[in-house]
């Protein structure tokens, strides 16, 4: 992104306009869900001393992504899901370097309980990621 640190002037107008993207699935190629991934990656980049307190809104937002992807029964192509399970997992991993860990130890109790073996090798990622 070309704003670079200057994004955080505008970072709650785009955070909604993020997390409006990541809940409606647009078609099978979900090509502006893997945009609207690609953008949060480079906000986090650019913004990460403003994510501790945008963690919470964050993660649901990416955790629920991650599910919906996993159940959804559409006409998405598995490369996309791949795709776009990947690109959230990235998030979550930067995410967890900007919050000191953070999301790690939220994300322990979860790890125990899920049973979905996709969810879980995202969320594995992010609590090997160092």
Known sequence: TRLGILIVRHLKRLERVILGYLEVSDGP??????????????????????MPCRLPVLLKALLRLLWDVHTERGPTPEPVRAALLHRATQCLILLDHCCQGQVKVLLAGLHRSCEESRVLECLSKVQEST
């Open 29 to 50: 190629e979900e090509e502006a869900r893997l945009g609207i991934l690609e953008t949060l990656q480079c906000t986090i980049e650019h913004a990460w001393p403003r």
